[in-house]
């Protein structure tokens, strides 16, 4: 059974940075492509950032440059390093394996980007 669990996520300062993991059991992590999401109050779940079993990455354009996604395979762990916090990046972040119909999420974890 697929199991994704977030962790990291709580309440920063406007500027200050928080590293999200997800950990991964289940599954042969190594070969799977990895993404976060998120999705803050009244909007849509939205992508952040995608890295492939090949260490490839994608980011949406609104966190480019901020926030740097990882994946540690040793560890069955992908990671979202977020930098240059803004109020905007409040949400609850979703870490997702991608694989189509058995594509899985994880529960979820909250960011609170405030002064």
């Known amino acids: 059974q697929v199991q994704l669990v977030e962790s990291g996520g709580g309440l920063v300062q406007p500027g200050g940075s928080l590293r999200l993991s997800c950990a991964a059991s289940?599954?042969?992590?190594?070969?799977?492509?990895m993404a976060w999401y998120r999705q803050a109050p009244g909007k849509q779940r939205e992508l952040v950032a995608t890295?492939?079993?090949?260490?490839?990455?994608n980011y949406a354009d609104f966190v480019k440059g901020r926030f740097t996604i990882s994946r540690d395979n040793a560890k069955n762990t992908v990671y979202l390093q977020m930098n240059s916090l803004k109020s905007e990046d409040t949400a609850v972040y979703y870490c997702?394996?991608?694989?189509?119909?058995?594509?899985?999420w994880g529960q979820g974890t909250q960011v609170t980007v405030s002064s």
């Open positions: 997702k394996r991608e694989r189509g119909r058995a594509s899985a």
């Open positions: 289940g599954i042969t992590f190594s070969i799977n492509v």
């Open positions: 890295i492939t079993s090949g260490n490839s990455t």
